[in-house]
């Protein structure tokens, strides 16, 4: 489902609206004071956070049993 940020131009609060579909975005109103002008945020991307720390990671060999 496409959650939006938004802001309002008006209250300056920030919210998550629920938009099925792009042409909609355009109804979207400020749930503290109904306000018409708000302004879709950049969303972040949620990734895997990777340590850069300098660990050593050891793989196991494999012992196929030869000598």
Do not use: D
Not at 18 to 24: D, G, T
């Amino acid at each position: 489902m496409p959650m939006f940020g938004f802001v309002c131009q008006e209250c300056g609060e920030s919210f998550e609206e629920l938009v099925l579909s792009a042409s909609r975005i355009n109804e979207v109103v400020c749930p503290s004071c109904n306000s018409g002008q708000v302004e879709k945020q950049l969303s972040r991307i949620a990734a895997p956070s990777f340590s850069t720390g300098s660990s050593s990671s050891s793989s196991a060999a494999c012992a196929t049993g030869s000598t």
